[in-house]
Structures are given as C-alpha cells and as structure tokens.
C-alpha cells in the first residue's frame, strides 16, 4: 500500500475510534433518564440505545453532507496536507471527549469535533479556509438546541400534568415507567440519526481532499454509512456510565413523567434538525429538555450549581478542542 493511501486508512481508523468515544460519551443522553426511573435496567438500556442508534443510519444523511462540505473551503487546502489536517481535528475532539468523561461532564462530542477541525484548520491557513456560514450555523444551536430542548420538555410537562391531573401518582408512575420505553427509544433513534453522520461527514470529506471519493456523488459511500454507525453503536454498548450519574441524578430528580416527557422533548428537537441537515449537539439538547421538565414542576427541583456547570463546559468545548487540535497539527504536519 501506498503510503499517502496508508495515511488515509490510519485517519479513518482514528475518525471510528472517535466514533466509538462518542457512543459511550453520549450513552447518558438517550439513556439516564430511563435508567435514573428505574424504566429500565443499565444494560438492557445501553443494548436499545445501541441497537437504535445504528437504525438511525436508514434517517438521513443530511447531516453528513453539511459537514463535508459546509464547513471547510478545501480549494484553499492542498491535498497532501488534508490528511493531517483531519488527523489533528480528531486528537483534538477525541482528547477533550476522554476528559469530560473522566469529570462526569455532559459535554458536546459534535462541538468537539467541529472546534478540533476549526482549530486544525486556522493552524494551517488561517480562518479563511472555513466556511462562515457553516461554522455560524453550527454555533448558533449551542444555544438553540437547548433552548428548544427546554421548552419542548416543559411543555410536555405541563400538558402531561393538566391531561392526568386526576390520576393518581401510583397509576401515572405505572403508565409512564412503559411509555419511557418508546420516548427513551425515539430520543435513541434521533442521536443516531444525527450523530454518527458528523463522522461519515469527516470521512467523506477526507475522501473527497485526497482524490478517493467524487465531490459530485450525491450520497456518501455506503461502507462510511455502516463503519460509523457500527463503531458508535459499539461505544454506546460500553457505556459512559459517569456521566449517566450526573445526568440522570444530580441536574433534578426525576420521576418517570418526568423522564418520558425530557426524552420526547429532546427526540422531537433531533428529528427537526436532523431534518434541516444541522449537526447539533444531543447532549446539550436532552439536557435542556432535562431541566425544562424540572423546573415546569418548581425551580427549586433544579440544581442550578450542576447545570451552570454543565454550561461552562459547553462555553469551553470548541476553544479548548481547537487549542488541542491546533498543537496536534504542529505535530502531525512534520509526519504527514
């Protein structure tokens, strides 16, 4: 094998292990609320949550084909450095991913990825080799997405209450514990089909920079498709189980309207956007939803001190992964 075509194959193997910290990053979006109600047992939840996120593949791709060509003007970038480029991008996202799981912290895996490319980019050509439009588009959901998230879960919320405010607790506990399995389901559903094709965009990309995929192909090819989906399924099976403690524990207590109501809210929220083809963040998105459904109920139930927290660190994820990745590509450069 060539060594440019070795080059290739050693940052797409760092791209899918990207995937992978990815899946079990994000194993507490889709799945500590249902575990933290007792809807379901830990494994049982992190075998669905896998198992729907590779259904996700079947959604869309628009996702895919906005990061491959919506963010980064690769005419401005030679097709000897792109490999380097990405390889720096992914250290950077993947090294701030191993940190806030270590801290128990719900960060954004999409925000790292997009911060590490950004960083790795300016390190090479300054920002005129990025896309403005692409890179607005993306930032402006760090603070959409739980927007919406918020206050599609506490809608719910108050619709649920008002519809069975003559039920008793026993009897809604009862109800809800089951139809957590189809919300928490869904909300798998939506990080799958939003997630994992940030990385078949990068590929894609990668592919396109050094002459081994056509730009003018409409969809990505289908062995990027199911790599990806496979290697995010496979880390969601392993499970980040420190940061399910700290979403589905120590944000607000929940209950299993609760939880139903933050999952659908948040499903609802990545079912539009992956619709629209915007790469979002799931984590930001079901932590909005989160704390939408505890403060619908009073605002003391939230606990303000873990979720400022918690959005500190999402202030943090694309300069701090940039940084990383920027240092990366100084490195990388001399070996690609």
Known sequence: METAALIVVLVIALALFF?????????????????????????????????????????????????????????????????????????????????????????????????????????????????????????????????????????????????????????????????????????????????????????????????????GEAEPPIWTIVSCYTAIALGTMFGGWRIVKTMGQKITKLKPVGGFCAETGGALTLFLATWLGIPVSTTHTITGAIVGVGSAQRASAVRWGVAGNIVWAWIFTIPASAFVAAIAYWVSWQIF
């Open 19 to 215: 995937d992978f910290t990815n899946g079990f990053h994000d194993t507490a979006n889709a799945m500590a609320t249902p575990i933290a109600t007792g809807a379901l047992k830990p494994k049982v939840a992190v075998l669905l949550a896998a198992c729907l996120n590779l259904v996700g593949a079947f959604l869309s791709t628009e996702v895919a084909k906005t990061i491959s060509g919506g963010m980064i003007r690769e005419d401005q970038l030679s097709q000897s450095i792109f490999p380097a480029i990405i390889f720096a991008g992914l250290i950077g996202a993947i090294t701030w991913n191993l940190v806030t799981w270590y801290y128990g912290i719900p960060s954004s895996s999409s925000h790292a990825l997009i911060g590490g490319i950004v960083g790795s980019v300016i390190a090479k050509s300054g920002s005129g080799a990025l896309v403005a439009s692409g890179i607005v588009k993306t930032v402006a959901f760090i603070f959409i997405s739980p927007l919406l998230g918020f206050l599609l879960g506490s809608m719910m919320m108050v619709l649920v209450a008002w519809v069975f405010r003559y039920s008793t607790p026993s009897g809604i506990d009862r109800w809800f514990r089951r139809l957590q399995l189809v919300s928490a389901g869904a909300y798998s559903l939506g990080h799958g089909g939003n997630d994992a094709q940030k990385t078949i965009g990068i590929i894609w990309m990668l592919l396109i920079a050094t002459g081994y995929a056509s730009a």
